[in-house]
């Protein structure tokens, strides 16, 4: 702890003559405007009746504790409509049937005006996929929500997800999923109110994947949706889970950047979902880390089949994911939700309490279902995304940082109603002395500092800055230790 302390005083010192200091300027030019934010893909806990542990009171009160913190600009929100609308025994449709976690959701963020993008995983059987039976008991539900229930925080619609791939019902057919999201569109018509407010999301397409059936890479999708349903869609929207290696050598966000270049003028694209996968040779490391703890818990009786992360436990994972947003914000992109913020899926969604998709922040029913109750606790990586999301308000101007070209240090900046905020991130195992030159004054800063042991952010909720009131006019000098990430910010 007082090595900690001690480091962060050492922020505001003058570094020593042998430590080598790296210019970097924090320019007023915007190279990424209007971001609309990042924040989770967060869906309505579906499963929890079958599973027999329907939420209560106690345990949304404990998640927005922490929501409340992150203040997420942005919410991906699925559902399957079987557990909602539909009736699968009676083939009926049933608007208020089990909506009332869905309903608790949608309140929390229309309150706390976060974007949603609301949608459906999978039409209610495969036999609907193309029917306009199911396209019209989604669009009376969307109606249902938005414009009789009052949810004008849903203002993007999925009508499926993942359609590129193998495992979807259409099976990177995109001729299909071009009618599909036209049979959207003309029954959204027929809601004039619900039209004025609601755009599709789309093409919901995985980066770096490609459906052997298909000559389609995911920059070719979205080209053919630019092309052809463009005035249909409000915001493009796809998913990412590239290897660490891919994201810390740049090849992520050369694959990035070439499918930003194919987004309209005037649109913005987001990762819907998004976090790391470690079956490339070049994360072998991470992956037998991975596997040997999946071997492990008891939260997942049969290991075949299992879809996990088992590295969200890591604290190392908070370092990736910051990673991941900077290069995203950098680079043209708008928003990045992960999946995902709570452990809320089983595989296939089959209601299976064995088999749960560990990928979250927490798992909310950890002492419920399997008495677990550290389960519940959360997971570091939790702390470093709420800096990304909390400092970085939907609305900011991602601006230009010149900077010589050093090894781990990635950093990005932007200004939200004249007020900064800079995230410093060093994922090399050298410490890194900084001069920013700032393009406007810090007039009552805080700083946090996401670092192995800083009990300043692990131990308190809400987490506390290591540092508060600081003020500098043009420079500040920083030091990052290894393995680290910082964020200064003017911004509440």
């Not at 608790?104 to 609907?128: A, D």
């Not at 990005?412 to 004054?441: E, G, W, Y």
Request: net charge neutral.
């Amino acid at each position: 702890m007082n090595k900690i302390l001690l480091s962060i005083i050492a922020v505001f010192m003058s570094v020593s003559c042998s430590s080598t200091l790296t210019e970097v300027k924090i320019t007023n030019s915007v190279i990424n405007g209007g971001y609309l934010g990042n924040g989770a893909e967060w869906d309505p806990y579906c499963e929890a009746d079958m599973w027999g542990a329907p939420m209560t009171p106690e345990m949304w009160n404990k998640i927005f504790e922490r929501t409340d913190f992150m203040k997420m600009s942005i919410v991906r929100c699925m559902i399957s409509s079987p557990f909602r609308y539909f009736n699968a025994k009676t083939q009926e449709y049933e608007k208020e049937r089990n909506s009332e976690s869905l309903k608790t959701l949608l309140s929390y963020c229309q309150k706390n005006n976060i974007i949603v993008m609301f949608g459906e995983f999978n039409p209610p059987n495969r036999k609907l996929k193309l029917d306009a039976k199911w396209v019209k008991m989604s669009v009376n539900y969307l109606n249902y929500l938005v414009i009789e229930s009052g949810f004008t925080c849903i203002k993007y619609y999925i009508p499926t997800n993942e359609p590129d791939g193998y495992w979807s019902v259409y099976d990177g057919d995109y001729n299909a999923y071009l009618e599909l999201v036209r049979m959207f569109q003309n029954e959204i018509a027929n809601y004039p109110n619900l039209a004025l407010h609601i755009k599709l999301a789309g093409p919901d397409v995985v980066l770096d994947y490609k459906n052997s059936k298909y000559d389609l890479t995911t920059k070719d999708r979205v080209d053919l949706a630019a092309k052809q349903i463009d005035s249909i869609i409000g915001i493009y929207e796809i998913h990412a889970y590239p290897g660490y290696y891919q994201v810390s050598n740049g090849i992520f966000t050369k694959m990035l950047k070439e499918v930003v270049a194919s987004v309209p003028k005037g649109k913005k694209l987001v990762l819907g979902e998004a976090g790391y996968k470690t079956w490339r040779k070049e994360d072998s490391t991470r992956n037998m880390t991975h596997l040997e703890k999946l071997s492990k818990t008891p939260l997942i009786v049969s290991k075949e089949g299992a879809d996990c992360n088992m590295n969200v436990y890591d604290f190392q994972y908070g370092i990736d994911m910051s990673l991941l947003a900077i290069e995203v914000m950098n680079n043209g992109g708008s928003g990045v939700c992960p999946w995902m913020l709570d452990d809320s899926h089983s595989f296939g969604d089959k209601g299976n309490i064995h088999n749960v998709k560990i990928w979250g922040m927490w798992n909310i029913f950890g002492g419920k279902l399997w008495k677990m109750p550290q389960e519940e606790n959360i997971r570091p990586w939790y702390y470093a995304w709420s800096l990304m999301c909390r400092y970085f308000p939907s609305g900011s101007d991602i601006l230009k940082v010149d900077m010589p070209d050093i090894a781990g240090l990635k950093i990005t900046a932007s200004i939200s109603d004249n007020k900064l905020t800079v995230a410093l991130l060093n994922i090399s195992d050298q410490k890194r002395f900084l001069n920013l030159a700032l393009p406007v004054a810090l007039a009552n800063a805080k700083l946090y500092l996401y670092k192995e042991g800083n009990r300043n952010l692990f131990e308190n909720m809400p987490p506390k800055p290591d540092k508060t009131g600081i003020k500098a006019e043009n420079h500040l000098k920083v030091e990052i230790s290894p393995n680290s990430l910082i964020v200064i910010s003017d911004y509440d």
